[in-house]
């Protein structure tokens, strides 16, 4: 393999040199009398270069045959070795495809690195992040933002599309006409939006997604300058886009264009997410503090705008942009470098399994290389031998672990967490085949080059098979790599014990409601045929009757969103009575509206007073229930039973129009009174570390498509829902579902049907995902581990078998030879688990952010990693040792 | 064969040692044209000889050849079978 190389870089010095040997020559011959002639100088280099070709072809091919005799001879070596590689090869592969698609390239814009989220938090109310943008700031960013080189706001809703096949509810993002010149993408076919149709009053547009041209319209080109209706509204269909395009996420189904105007003011509420793309040479820090100053600046933008006095205080709104790649994969970046490492490690233990194995090969084998170079074979003549039986090996492990990583692929694209950014377009791609080579070839030059160090003179060859005492030196090297087996394994089995018990924690919390035999669905109901929220909540109020008449259902009822899921609608609070200081903003909840029942459907727990039943949802009872966090932080001395609470709205004098439809509002939301006190839900993630203060209010005094969100009422309930309960499995089917609503309205499109236990999966499923990885690799390294201390034991004792032998011979206890040689592999095995503690203790905080509620020194994993790893090394070690205890001495004798 | 044993009595240049043979075999053989170079460098790669740039007797850069140990041994064996072969002949002939 070396000469191959060399030979290709020697290529050019050869044909150099040959044109001046055989000028040598001409000059030479031209000098006598009687020459002797060069002949035909072409025919000569050919055929010299056909010399070296051949005797390239020759070595590589000689050596080939030879790795692969020497491999059939040895089948159980090859396909052990091959096998082991192959595992881990297969599962780094995988990993590495993951990773690249997801963290290392996971958005498919031009230079997406210069893309930026427009976020904004209010540190002193302790909202981070996820506040958003409003029209104002849009504007504001827009003309004086000289960081951004492009800014666009949007906003994702659910809408029924009609018209073209059955009724279908859809993710529809609506976006300002800047934000595909942000991304810098063009669409497949037609166009995108113009700056007219970005302007109030402009017909409505869209763009369909890759994926919902396909299964909706069958990839039909005359689908372009076609209308459908969403939500009622008309939409022309103005193009497609590439089916790679996800934003924000891959379950868009399509884009419209969302219409801004400088006459709404600041804009509020904060309904938009922002995106921008940093001019050349701007960092994230510099947009920060340009649009920081831009929002002190705000005041003067939109003077004696009551929501920018309200906001903006004395500066409390701050601008918290992050790349957009750090907003898409900054949650899964970190499990899934973790889980690459943990491959990686898998694979140095396979690795040094299959070196031990060459190892010991390359000593049984010492006589055929003395022989071999007794013979005159030079040293890297065997040297080429060893490489090329490692390539063999490498490249047949190489093309398994494709093969596995292929299947490993498909698995996980098909049952990974959905909130992997791109993980349907993770795939097998010329990156990841790339690597595998890579890996590869770093495996061959890895075992190749082991019996190279071992180079012992000639002497040393000749008498080591006779030996009978195994030299120290010689078991130094297997001895370190069993050490290093034993270190990683633990590190791994470390991280995985520590994930499980994250798991199980999280598994046993309280979620605060029952998940059991529950179904859920959305349904939205279209404006243009439920125009008001009187008529959005009889609709829901007749769909509840005719489910609740379902057989086997125990209880329906629905909320606008449930626990984990968005939909609420999060507004500041204001306490009856009770004074809020100018300049300061009030305490805020997240405001859901429900139909009666809900708390009994749910299963939540209610702690003190009453629920909302039908009837006060029928007569608009002003009434609302709190949840145990929204009583501790609005009331953390006193019974809130009683107390009158609203939603906090901005002060307004005279009507305005609303950038949406032009309707106007003049009121504030009316006063709340708290009839009772639930359990808490979690808001948006499993383990939130404070739980969410929330509000129900009955559906029929909430936001509707008659009341525009300036209103602050609460949630549009226009889209709700629904929960199904049954008193037992299996659930109530699809097809009963759908029969009682088209009682109702055969044109309602039902979405996200799934199980509340399914949305409890779907909350943990990184978690899930990362453990069940850790868990595979841990165990793969404590296999391979044990199989590597079984091997390494096995062959000292067999090395051992004439000393052993002469030992029982002179009178030795059997049980105490067992005890010597588990003595000895246990040494190297603590040895390993020191160092393997060391790490784990020290590397421990690099998956703290994955764990919950579990240290990453946890003493009790610490403790049942270690006895398990000791336990099952000693046994390890202890089965040879036993098989060397139990020799027959006329056997030993006789052996050599 | 005949390369070889030229190379025997020393390290020289391919002109040299197409000269050789010519000699030594009194001007009957002649190395074929054409033949000589592609010989030695299939030698060289089998290892029978080795290589190196030197100065020529008339100043010029030459590439010289040298006979190693592995070609020693091939040289010795080919001889061997080869004045067997010829005594068979000779045998068969002087009958």
Wanted: proline share 5%; net charge positive; aromatic share 6%.
């Amino acid at each position: 393999m070396r000469h191959f190389i060399l030979k290709l870089v020697r290529r050019r010095r050869l044909e150099r040199d040959l044109e001046a040997e055989l000028r040598f020559h001409e000059e030479m011959a031209s000098a006598r009398d009687n020459p002797i002639r060069l002949g035909n100088r072409t025919r000569i280099k050919d055929e010299i270069r056909d010399a070296w070709r051949l005797q390239l072809i020759d070595t590589v091919w000689r050596d080939a045959t030879h790795g692969i005799r020497q491999l059939w001879r040895n089948p159980a070596f090859a396909v052990a070795a091959v096998l082991t590689l192959a595992l881990a090869i297969g599962a780094t592969s995988a990993m590495f495809a993951v990773v690249e698609r997801v963290v290392l390239n996971p958005l498919p814009y031009p230079k997406s690195d210069r893309l930026i989220q427009l976020d904004h938090s209010f540190p002193v109310l302790n909202l981070r992040s996820g506040i958003g943008m409003t029209a104002g700031l849009y504007y504001q960013y827009l003309d004086r933002g000289r960081a951004l080189d492009g800014v666009a706001i949007f906003r994702t809703d659910e809408m029924t599309v009609t018209g073209g096949g059955e009724p279908e509810r859809v993710r529809v993002t609506s976006a300002t006409t800047t934000l595909f010149p942000v991304l810098q993408v063009q669409p497949a076919i037609g166009r995108w939006f113009t700056e007219q149709e970005g302007a109030a009053g402009a017909p409505q547009v869209a763009l369909l997604s890759h994926a919902l041209w396909m299964r909706r319209y069958g990839g039909d080109v005359g689908m372009l300058g076609r209308s459908v209706a969403l939500n009622g509204v008309p939409t022309e269909i103005i193009g497609v886009m590439p089916a790679s395009f996800a934003f924000p996420d891959s379950r868009i189904d399509a884009w419209i264009n969302q219409q801004v105007t400088r006459a709404t003011g600041f804009g509020l509420p904060f309904r938009f997410l922002g995106i921008a793309r940093l001019r050349d040479g701007a960092t994230v820090a510099d947009a920060r503090k340009e649009l920081n100053s831009l929002i002190a600046d705000l005041s003067q933008a939109y003077p004696g705008d009551p929501g920018v006095s309200g906001n903006i205080g004395n500066g409390k709104l701050t601008s918290s942009p992050m790349t957009l790649k750090e907003a898409t994969v900054g949650d899964v970046e970190r499990p899934l470098w973790i889980l690459l490492a943990s491959v990686v490690v898998v694979l140095l233990i396979a690795c040094a399994n299959v070196a031990n194995l060459f190892m010991v090969r390359a000593e049984a084998r010492q006589r055929e290389i003395a022989v071999r170079r007794a013979l005159g074979a030079g040293g890297t003549g065997i040297a080429r031998l060893f490489v090329a039986e490692s390539a063999l090996l490498s490249i047949a492990a190489a093309f398994a672990g494709v093969a596995l990583a292929w299947g490993a692929l498909r698995l996980l694209v098909a049952y990974g967490p959905a909130t992997l950014p791109r993980i349907e377009e993770i795939r097998l791609d010329s990156m990841t085949i790339a690597f595998t080579f890579v890996l590869t070839l770093l495996t061959t030059i890895a075992f190749g080059a082991i019996p190279l160090t071992r180079r012992a003179p000639l002497s040393a060859f000749l008498e080591g098979g006779r030996s009978t005492t195994a030299g120290r030196r010689r078991h130094r090297a297997r001895q370190l790599l069993m050490g290093a087996q034993v270190a990683l394994a633990l590190v791994l089995l470390v991280s995985s014990g520590l994930m499980v018990r994250s798991f199980q924690k999280l598994r046993t919390l309280d979620p605060g409601f029952n998940a059991a035999s529950a179904l859920t669905f959305r349904i939205g109901l279209p404006n243009r045929e439920y125009p008001s929220r009187a008529a959005a909540v009889a609709a829901h109020q007749a769909i509840i009757d005719r489910l609740s008449a379902l057989p086997g259902v125990t209880a329906v009822s629905a909320s606008s969103a449930l626990p984990l899921q968005d939909g609420c609608f999060g507004n500041t609070v204001l306490v009856e009575g009770r004074v809020n200081p100018t300049g300061t903003i009030p305490p805020g909840a997240r405001l859901c509206a429900v139909a009666g029942g809900y708390v009994e459907t749910m299963g939540m727990r209610l702690l003190r007073g009453s629920s909302i039943d039908r009837g006060g949802v029928a007569r608009g009872e002003l009434i609302a229930i709190v949840n145990q966090a929204f009583a501790d932080a609005f009331f953390p001395s006193r019974d809130p039973i009683g107390e009158r609470v609203r939603s906090n709205a901005p002060p307004r004098s005279t009507p305005r129009p609303d950038g949406a439809g032009g309707l106007t509002w003049d009121g504030a939301p009316p006063w709340l009174t708290i009839v009772g006190v639930v359990s808490n839900t979690p808001a948006q993630a499993l383990a939130e570390p404070h739980p969410t203060p929330m509000l129900f209010m009955p559906m029929s005094i909430a936001g509707g498509p008659d009341i525009p969100p300036i209103a602050m009422l609460g949630p549009n309930v226009a889209t709700m829902t629904y929960v199904v309960r049954s008193a037992t499995l299996p659930l109530v089917s699809a097809k009963d579902v759908r029969r009682a609503i088209d009682a109702v309205d055969a044109n309602l499109a039902l979405a996200q049907m799934q199980s509340l236990e399914e949305i409890l999966d779907h909350a943990s499923a990184l978690m899930t995902f990362t453990m069940v990885l850790l868990i595979i690799a841990a165990s793969l390294a404590l296999m391979l581990g044990v199989i590597g201390i079984y091997g390494v034991v096995s062959y000292i004792v067999s090395q051992r078998t004439a000393e052993i032998g002469i030992r029982l011979a002179l009178g030795a206890q059997p049980q105490r030879l067992t005890l010597m040689i588990v003595r000895q592999g246990g040494v190297v095995t603590l040895a390993g688990i020191m160092v393997g503690l060391i790490a784990a203790l020290s590397g421990g905080q690099l998956i703290e952010s994955l764990l919950y509620d579990v240290s990453p020194r946890d003493p009790a994993v610490f403790l049942a990693t270690t006895v398990t790893l000791l336990g099952i090394a000693v046994l390890a070690c202890w089965l040879p040792a036993r098989r060397a205890a139990r020799l027959n001495l006329t056997e030993v004798l006789h052996m050599d | 064969m005949l390369v070889l044993h030229a190379i025997q009595r020393g390290t020289m240049h391919g002109y040299a040692i197409a000269q050789t043979i010519h000699l030594l075999s009194d001007e009957v053989l002649k190395v074929e044209e054409g033949s000589l170079y592609p010989a030695l460098h299939r030698l060289e790669l089998d290892g029978a000889i080795s290589s190196k740039w030197g100065v020529s007797e008339n100043n010029r850069k030459a590439k010289y050849y040298t006979i190693t140990s592995k070609g020693r041994k091939a040289i010795a064996s080919q001889e061997k079978t080869w004045s067997r072969l010829s005594a068979a002949v000779h045998r068969v002939l002087s009958r």
